[in-house]
Nanobody, 124 residues
Framework: QVQLTESGGGLVQAGTSLRVSCAAS????????MGWFRQAPGKEREFVAG????????AYEDSVQGRFVISRDKDNNMLFLQMDNLKPEDTAVYFC?????????????????WGQGTQVTISS
């Protein structure tokens, strides 16, 4: 099937930046729309950002709009999330997700493939 591997998480101070990456492998022809979700301790997994097969088709959760940018490198089967002006409330495990559909989804059930997640911790 499809394997998704996240990287780039870490511990940074509030107000700084971090970029997380996701590498897709396996049957990558099944990867069309992709997204980032996050899950903080004791909370449900929530949508952060998504991108369709058309790269101008993007969506963001309200609290990250203007601070986070999702992008992809189709040639190398990579997905990125540039996170600027990070806040302590951005602390969570960040998951990469992919779907065979070309249209992005803002809900978890819209994605068939998931990575294991990468921890992002923002200190105040």
């Amino acid at each position: 099937q499809v394997q998704l591997t996240e990287s780039g998480g870490g511990l940074v101070q509030a107000g700084t930046s971090l970029r997380v990456s996701c590498a897709a492998s396996g049957r990558t022809f099944l990867v069309n729309a992709m997204g980032w979700f996050r899950q903080a301790p004791g909370k449900e997994r929530e949508f952060v950002a998504g991108i369709g097969w058309r790269e101008d088709n993007t969506a963001y959760e309200d609290s990250v709009q203007g601070r986070f940018v999702i992008s992809r490198d189709k040639d190398n089967n990579m997905l990125f999330l540039q996170m600027d002006n990070l806040k302590p409330e951005d602390t969570a495990v960040y998951f990469c997700a992919a779907s065979p559909s070309p249209f992005l989804s803002t809900v978890a059930r819209g994605y068939d493939y998931w990575g294991q997640g990468t921890q992002v911790t923002i200190s105040s």
